[in-house]
């Protein structure tokens, strides 16, 4: 039972242009969401991140946007850089409930920037 | 801050032994929560451990445990290894017994179960 999605396993883009990834999610009680960067041979780090009380939340060149009525997020880059390039795993939490301490993982999309 | 360091990076194991990974949360961080990446898939949630008691668990067999010390550090033990253990396991450190408040992930440990 995947309860975050990330249906595009990769995606190529060239320098400067916008990337865009997104990121599905099921679970109603999820009403926060992060996005995470990992490079090979490092753990995850954090990117940005957005409660659902807003829509959209921006941070230099990367901004995510939340859709709650289609449960739906996306994060954009803009412009990528070819050090963008990483696993890009969106995450989804709940600040409520039982469930709280632990973060629900998409598998990831592979972000390449071509210079 | 230190951040959030793992050993060894890298293992092998075989079949029905043993296992103990090590972490040591970043300074000041008193949540560790550990995670199994295996291949092509996320994180996915094993437990957490606040205040040196175990605060929440995924769905994984009694044979994953783990233990918190009060200096920071902790422990993830894997008995009966089993052949689908084999993945990355994560460590992450946080200041609050949350998950929305953000994760310090160290680099992981690499298990590999022949």
């Known amino acids: 039972d995947q309860q975050v999605k990330q249906n595009s396993p990769s995606l190529s883009v060239q320098e400067g242009r916008i990337s865009i990834l997104n990121c599905d999610y099921t679970?109603?009680?999820?009403?926060?969401f992060l996005w995470y960067k990992k490079y090979p041979a490092e753990g995850p780090t954090f990117l940005i991140s957005?409660?659902?009380?807003?829509d959209k939340n921006e941070d230099g060149r990367f901004t995510v946007f939340l859709n709650k009525s289609a449960k739906h997020l996306s994060l954009h880059i803009v412009p990528s850089q070819p050090g963008d390039s990483a696993v890009y795993f969106c995450?989804?939490?709940?600040?409520?409930?039982?469930?709280?301490?632990?973060?629900?993982f998409g598998k990831g999309t592979l972000l390449t920037v071509n210079p | 801050e230190t951040g959030v360091t793992q050993s060894p990076t890298h293992l092998i194991k075989t079949r029905g032994q043993q296992v103990t990974l090590r972490c040591s949360s970043q300074?000041?961080?008193?949540?560790v929560s550990w995670y199994q990446q295996a291949l092509g898939q996320g994180p996915q949630f094993i437990f957490q451990?606040?205040?040196?008691?175990?605060?929440g668990r995924g769905n994984f067999p009694p044979r994953f445990s783990g233990l918190q010390f009060p200096n920071y550090s902790s422990e993830l033990n894997v008995n009966a290894l089993e052949l689908d253990d084999s993945a990355l396991y994560l460590c992450?450190?946080?200041?609050?017994?949350?998950?929305?408040?953000?994760?310090?992930f160290g680099s992981g440990t690499r298990l590999t179960v022949v």
């Open positions: 992450a450190s946080s200041p609050y017994p949350t998950g929305w408040y953000g994760y310090t």
């Open positions: 679970n109603s009680m999820f009403d926060y």
């Open positions: 957005i409660s659902s009380i807003k």
């Open positions: 995450a989804a939490s709940s600040t409520s409930g039982g469930s709280n301490y632990k973060l629900t």
């Open positions: 300074s000041g961080h008193n949540t």
């Open positions: 451990y606040y205040r040196e008691e175990e605060n």
